[in-house]
């Protein structure tokens, strides 16, 4: 069985790696990494890979971006064994898969307060449990704006009861 080492460092995932974080906002950048990591290991583990966290050197940002006796590195995937053209394609599918889910879970279940007067977004959250607790908690605030809750809904922002 083929194994494969993936890099879990935050750093360099978001700085040198070719996942695309441009849609998550820089703040939440290292939370959604921690996810792609795990989307990804089980990705691989299910296309068949024996899957293994990068250890030593290889786990730091500059480690791994400086290692170069893989036989195969792709991304945050590497490998001292030889692979076919079907296995690199299915690392890189698995890659892509971890990134689409990583997006897609980022942007389907965030939520935000936003003052109904400016418009400034006051809170960013990740369930609606949380934005409650923010809009009440800005309510409570002496300048007592009025605010709604919003969840993301494709690319719009659509207000939600709460």
Known sequence: MTTLEF??????????????????PERDREKAADQFTFDLS????????????ARGQRSTCYGWNGFRTFKHKLGPV??????????????????????????A??????FRVVDLNSGEVLAECYSHEEATEAADESEEHESQPQVAIQKRVGDEWVKVPG
């Open 7 to 24: 890099n879990t460092n935050n750093e360099w995932l978001v700085a040198f790696s070719s996942v695309d974080f441009s849609e998550i």
């Open 42 to 53: 089980r990705n691989l583990a299910d296309k068949g890979f024996n899957v293994e966290r």
């Open 78 to 103: 590497g490998t001292f064994d030889d692979l076919t053209e079907e296995q690199i394609n299915q690392i890189w599918e698995a890659i892509y898969e971890a990134q689409s889910t990583m997006i």
């Open 105 to 110: 879970d980022w942007k389907s279940e965030f």
